[in-house]
């Protein structure tokens, strides 16, 4: 089955850009979503098919997938965007959803 | 606006079958345009997909739990269902259930989440 692959935590100060990477063996011939869990929530959506966004998410948030990593951009980082972010992509040899481990966005 | 919202007993004994109901407003299970998912989170771990049903009644699942999953529609209701049988203390988590688009492959509403605790 196909695996994904995410830093457990990644840290950085308010104001500055956060990179949150994901990795999968030619992830970059798939289409990759990314979703923002704060404690206590359930998921959000916050980019769907590598780069795209849901109407409500802000522009700071950006995505992009090439080779064997895909990224999750998040610029002018808020206290607010504190939460964990999953990568979730589409296993068309099996039909199966697949998320990645999650990644601990700290803001310092 | 789509709202999903799970329903069942947050507590269930070992070996006994899990039972939740997803209930759908805002939007039809028997639409064709979407796929109707269950995912889980154990405490303090990510997320686990375990599975859908689209209206037509087929399913997929994980073959983690496979073996164990039932997901069920009832269009009559606008509720979807899952079970898990023979539970064990792993199978401790939060429930979610979300609704994925037929052609997308993301999931675009999910429900608040709901915790089951697999205890004696």
């Known amino acids: 089955s196909y695996v994904l692959t995410q830093p457990p935590s990644v840290s950085v100060a308010p104001g500055k850009t956060a990179r949150i990477t994901c990795g999968g063996n030619n992830i970059g011939s798939i289409s990759v979503h990314w979703y923002q869990q704060r404690p206590g929530q359930a998921p959000v959506l916050v980019v769907y098919d590598d780069s795209d966004r849901p109407s409500g998410i802000p522009e700071r948030f950006s995505g992009s997938n090439s080779g064997n990593t895909a990224t999750l951009t998040i610029s002018r980082v808020e206290a607010g965007d504190e939460a964990d972010y999953y990568c979730?992509?589409?296993?068309?040899?099996?039909?199966?959803?697949?998320f990645g481990g999650g990644t601990k966005l700290t803001v310092l | 606006q789509v709202q999903l919202q799970e329903s069942g007993p947050g507590l269930v004994k070992p070996s006994e079958t899990l039972s939740l109901t997803c209930t759908v407003s805002?939007?039809?299970?028997?639409?064709?345009?979407?796929?109707w998912s269950w995912i889980r989170q154990p405490p303090g771990k990510g997320l686990e997909w375990i599975g859908y049903?689209?209206?037509?009644?087929?399913?997929n699942y994980n073959p983690s739990v496979k073996s164990r999953v039932t997901i069920s529609v009832d269009t009559s209701k606008n509720q979807f269902s899952l079970k898990v049988s023979s539970v064990t203390a792993a199978d401790t988590a939060v429930y979610y259930c979300?609704?994925?688009?037929?052609?997308?492959?993301?999931?675009?509403?999910w429900g608040q989440g709901t915790l089951v605790t697999v205890s004696s």
């Open positions: 979730q992509v589409w296993d068309s040899s099996s039909d199966h959803r697949v």
């Open positions: 979300a609704r994925e688009g037929s052609s997308s492959w993301f999931l675009d509403y």
């Open positions: 805002g939007g039809s299970v028997s639409s064709g345009s979407y796929y």
């Open positions: 049903i689209y209206y037509s009644g087929s399913t």
